[in-house]
């Protein structure tokens, strides 16, 4: 009796949560492959286009920047987790587009407000201004490595960033419903 071997793909999920100012560091593994560390993850890049797909999030999550976490207001406090998990996450595909998640301390059930990108399986949110503007500068320079080798013929770190805010102010930052609006919505219907 022969059996055939059954195969599963199975897509794996990965979220990492910041909360305020941390480091990040670009650098060149020993393999000679771009790697981006941040808080309890390094990430490999193996493939150009999903460097620039992760640049181009992290320019539109910086749009929506003063609306989500505006500095005058308080974005509370994340506790911290009891449990921390180190990854090592290799970026090898070429993905077609980021998506951006926003929720506003405003309508946020805990008061903390939320910005996050998403790429494949892996997001990372963060729940503060700081740790934001922290993710923009690691995931741009982690792009320029690939941008300034010139032989994948990306444009620059800076040609991206002007597309997508001329995208932006031409056709306006799309409003995200937060799950509050998707609620409220869902009860008047």
Same mark, same amino acid.
């Given at each position: 009796m022969t059996t055939e071997a059954e195969t599963v793909d199975a897509v794996s999920q990965l979220t990492i949560h910041l909360a305020g100012e941390h480091e990040t560091d670009a650098s060149i593994g020993l393999t000679l492959i771009p790697l981006l560390k941040i808080p309890t993850t390094i990430i490999e890049f193996r493939h150009p286009t999903? @460097?620039?797909?992760?640049?181009?999030?992290?320019?539109?999550?910086?749009?929506? %920047? $003063? &609306?989500?976490?505006?500095?005058?207001? $308080? @974005?509370?406090? %994340?506790?911290?987790?009891? %449990?921390?998990?180190?990854?090592?996450?290799?970026?090898? $595909?070429?993905? &077609?587009? @980021?998506?951006? &998640?926003?929720r506003s301390a405003a309508v946020s059930p805990d008061g903390i407000g939320a910005l996050s990108v998403t790429v494949g399986g892996l997001t990372i949110a963060c729940a503060s201004r700081a740790a934001v503007e922290c993710q923009v500068r690691g995931w741009r320079e982690a792009y320029d490595m690939f941008a300034s080798d010139g032989g994948f013929g990306l444009p620059s770190a800076d040609e991206v960033a002007a597309r997508v805010r001329a995208d932006h102010a031409r056709h306006g930052v799309n409003e995200l419903l937060t799950a509050a609006e998707e609620q409220r919505a869902a009860r008047t219907q």
């Open positions: 999903g @460097a620039r797909v992760w640049w181009e999030g992290w320019c539109e999550a910086a749009e929506m %920047l $003063d &609306r989500i976490f505006p500095e005058q207001v $308080d @974005a509370g406090e %994340l506790r911290e987790p009891e %449990l921390t998990i180190n990854s090592f996450v290799i970026l090898d $595909d070429a993905p &077609r587009r @980021a998506k951006i &998640r926003a």
